[in-house]
Structure formats: structure tokens, C-alpha cells
């Protein structure tokens, strides 16, 4: 029985259930079009298992679909939250995923050694609020989205990268620079998918990849519109959210 401060939605066409709070942090689009793209990348490694780590995975959103979407995958969950912790086992448990999903109470600002270079693929959709932004009345909420040290949080996910492993992340448009300044340290091959709430107005998110020890040069990808010029959610927009899968290769 689900406690009344919970609610249980339905997300890619009800093939996938979460359990979230009524208050606090709840899922939106980041996390659905951010597992989406991670799950076009993998198309190409159909053969191969892979480990995946979702760093601050609060309830378990992006790990739910992406383990929907791949049989040969060891998914990781890190979060250090026990509200969120309980809810993610929870999620995984009616979802039938618990040979895919791990979750570790672990925080990523002190992370354990034996998760250093271990993981083909590193996943998070980093807490960005700065600490002089207005704070929610909501303690949960405030932890879900105000972060402590943002450089700390992104190098530190890194060192959880196997050699030529690979890192996406989504953040606010202006977080890119200081993105790729911490990220270049140690990674490079960027990809940078824009996502623009209409055709009117400037990238407000965006998907970015890091190939740690990559060396291609940037790309910057076609991206995507949420609304069209009737403010209805895109074809694009809409496949992405209801499939939970970017066909981009």
C-alpha cells in the first residue's frame, strides 16, 4: 500500500511506473528526454553489457527507462537521500527491473573508491540552483536542485569512468561553458544537443556528451523544439516522451 504522500504515474505510454512524492522533486522532462538520449547512443552496443551509473538518481526515473529499453545493462543507482532511496527501490521492484538496477546510498562528493573507473557509461541531470537563488519551502525540492559544489559533483562523476567511457549530462544552457571548462580536464568528443522551448525563444536545456580521453572535435547537434507555433508539444517531442528513445544515429 502507497503512502497518501506519494502519487504513481505513468510515463512511456504506461509501460513504466513511477512512485514520486506529491511535494518535493518530480520528475519532468529532463529526466524522460535525458534517458531518451542515452538510449539512442546505445542502439549501437546491442552485443555488449554495459555498466551505467546514474549519479543522483533520486527516485529512479532515468534508470527505469533506460533499463526498459536495454536487456544487456547493469545500472548503478547513486543517490544519498533516504526519502528517494526508499521510493527507487520501490519503483524498481514493480517494475520488475531488480536484476538491472543496483541502488547504493552513496554520495557522489565523496565517492567510494572501488567506483573509480568503473562504469562505460556515466548519466546525471545535476542539481544546478545556485545558493543565492530563492529556496523553495520545500526541503526535498531544495535538495533535488541546489547543489553544493557543481565542479566537485561533475569531476567526481568522471572519475567513475572506465578509459573512453562516456558522460551525459542535462543542464541550463548557461551552465555549457562552465561545463565543458571542468569537463575539458579530462574528457573531449562533445556533443551538445540544444533543446528550445519554441521556435521563438533561445535554449533554456541541452544534452551534453563527453568522451573521457576523446579528442573528435564538437558537434553540435540538430536539437529539438518542445512546442510548435501553436504552443502544442512537437511530433519530435512527443515520439521522444512516449517512446523513451532518441533516433538520432
Do not use: C
Not at 549501437?44 to 529512479?60: N, P
Not at 562528493?109 to 556515466?122: C, E, K, Q, Y
Amino acid at each position: 500500500m502507497f503512502s497518501k504522500d506519494v502519487t504513481v504515474d505513468k510515463i512511456l505510454r504506461g509501460k513504466i511506473s513511477i512512485i514520486q512524492l506529491k511535494k518535493g522533486f518530480r520528475y519532468g522532462f529532463e529526466s524522460v528526454f535525458l534517458a531518451s538520449f542515452v538510449n539512442g547512443y546505445l542502439k549501437k552496443f546491442k552485443k555488449k553489457t554495459i555498466s551505467l551509473a546514474d549519479v543522483g538518481s533520486g527516485v529512479g526515473t532515468i534508470s527505469l527507462i533506460i533499463a526498459y529499453h536495454n536487456n544487456k545493462i547493469n545500472i548503478t543507482a547513486i543517490e544519498n537521500n533516504d526519502n528517494y532511496l526508499q521510493i527507487a527501490n520501490e519503483n524498481i521492484v514493480i517494475n520488475n527491473f531488480e536484476k538491472k538496477i543496483n541502488v547504493i546510498h552513496r554520495d557522489i562528493l565523496n565517492i567510494d573508491n572501488h567506483l573509480i573507473n568503473r562504469f562505460d557509461i556515466v548519466v546525471t541531470n545535476p542539481p544546478f540552483y545556485d545558493r543565492k537563488q530563492k529556496e523553495s519551502e520545500n526541503e526535498l525540492d531544495n535538495y533535488a536542485k541546489r547543489i553544493i559544489n557543481y565542479e566537485s559533483w561533475l569531476e567526481n562523476s568522471l572519475k567513475l569512468l572506465k578509459d573512453k567511457g562516456i558522460i551525459f549530462l542535462i543542464i541550463p544552457t548557461g551552465l555549457l561553458e562552465k561545463s565543458l571548462k571542468i569537463l575539458s580536464k579530462k574528457t573531449g568528443s562533445f556533443k551538445i544537443f540544444p533543446i528550445w522551448p519554441n521556435h521563438k525563444k533561445s535554449s533554456k536545456r541541452l544534452i551534453l556528451l563527453a568522451k573521457k580521453g576523446g579528442a573528435s572535435p564538437t558537434e553540435l547537434m540538430s536539437g529539438m523544439r518542445l512546442l510548435n507555433n501553436r504552443g502544442k508539444i512537437t511530433k519530435k517531442a512527443r515520439t521522444y516522451s512516449d517512446n523513451g528513445i532518441f533516433n538520432f544515429l
